[in-house]
């Protein structure tokens, strides 16, 4: 999954970034969200503060009320992976915000073939975020890719028969057994449980008594059987 978080105050030029970006998209048969705003306001806040996958950011230097060159300092406070284009009528803000640092993709002017420019820059984009550590699934014609930080364990629905993978910001249910899953996802994992495999580097801790695990994110799975609790204790 792929999140597009796009804002520009220009009713017009707003539709035109998303319709770029739906090209796009329609071309890799990635999945993805777009969330589409006018200006820097709480809804913005609210999906900026959020725990959602792969963020590209496409963002307006100036709307009515605020900076983007104020916001991105807000979510590079928190956050260094998401990707950032910047698309402003500002071409002499240039130079002030390579002072910042601010580890962004590309500057691309409104006024200098700005569609052409920003849909290679999107691709750019698409290829960063295909160099991640994902966990590529196609499932019923889409195709899912999770970064495998973001998830915190995967069990296994005897009733349907699929796997539920549990990320910080959702779940996906695909149609893979368990142990595919284990050699899809790597080293990283354990079996915590023949209906269950955990990240972890996202295991903070496991409450014996109650057979209980506790994730970084604070949410827990009880899906613990002897032999993990035996393993746990050699570390």
Same mark, same amino acid.
């Given at each position: 999954?792929?999140?597009?978080? /796009?804002?520009?105050? &220009?009713?017009?030029?707003?539709? &035109?970034?998303?319709?770029?970006?739906?090209? /796009?998209m329609?071309?890799?048969?990635m =999945?993805?969200?777009?969330?589409?705003? $006018?200006?820097? +306001?709480?809804?913005?806040? %609210?999906?900026?503060?959020?725990?959602?996958?792969?963020?590209?950011?496409?963002?307006?230097?100036?709307?009515? %009320?605020?900076? #983007? /060159?104020?916001?991105?300092?807000?979510?590079?406070?928190?956050?260094? *992976?998401s990707?950032?284009? $910047?698309?402003?009528s *500002?071409?002499?803000? #240039?130079?002030?915000?390579?002072?910042?640092?601010?580890?962004?993709?590309?500057?691309i002017?409104?006024?200098?073939?700005?569609?052409?420019?920003?849909?290679?820059?999107?691709?750019?984009?698409?290829?960063?975020? #295909?160099?991640?550590?994902?966990?590529?699934?196609?499932?019923?014609?889409?195709?899912?890719?999770?970064?495998?930080? +973001?998830?915190?364990?995967?069990?296994?629905d =005897?009733?349907?028969?699929?796997?539920?993978?549990k990320?910080?910001?959702?779940?996906?249910?695909?149609?893979r057994?368990?142990?595919?899953?284990?050699?899809?996802?790597?080293?990283?994992?354990k079996?915590? *449980?023949?209906?269950?495999?955990?990240?972890?580097?996202?295991?903070?801790?496991?409450?014996?008594?109650?057979?209980?695990i506790?994730? +970084?994110?604070?949410?827990?799975?009880?899906?613990?059987?002897? +032999?993990?609790?035996?393993?746990?204790?050699k570390?």
């Open positions: 999954m792929v999140s597009f978080i /796009i804002c520009e105050d &220009n009713k017009k030029m707003n539709e &035109n970034v998303v319709n770029i970006v739906d090209k /796009i329609m071309k890799n048969k =999945s993805y969200k777009k969330y589409i705003f $006018f200006d820097y +306001d709480s809804s913005f806040m %609210t999906v900026m503060e959020r725990k959602i996958p792969n963020k590209i950011y496409i963002l307006d230097i100036e709307t009515p %009320t605020s900076s #983007g /060159i104020d916001i991105v300092r807000k979510i590079r406070e928190k956050d260094l *992976h990707i950032i284009i $910047f698309l402003t *500002h071409d002499e803000l #240039g130079y002030i915000i390579l002072k910042q640092e601010f580890m962004f993709l590309s500057f002017c409104k006024f200098d073939d700005y569609e052409q420019k920003l849909s290679e820059s999107i691709k750019k984009a698409l290829k960063i975020v #295909g160099q991640k550590l994902v966990l590529s699934i196609t499932d019923s014609g889409v195709i899912y890719n999770i970064p495998i930080d +973001d998830i915190l364990y995967i069990t296994r =005897s009733v349907d028969r699929k796997c539920i993978i990320t910080d910001y959702t779940e996906f249910r695909v149609n057994s368990l142990s595919e899953m284990l050699v899809e996802v790597g080293s990283k994992f079996q915590s *449980h023949r209906a269950c495999i955990i990240n972890m580097e996202r295991f903070r801790k496991m409450d014996k008594r109650k057979k209980l506790t994730f +970084d994110s604070g949410d827990t799975i009880d899906l613990v059987n002897d +032999d993990f609790k035996k393993e746990l204790a570390r």
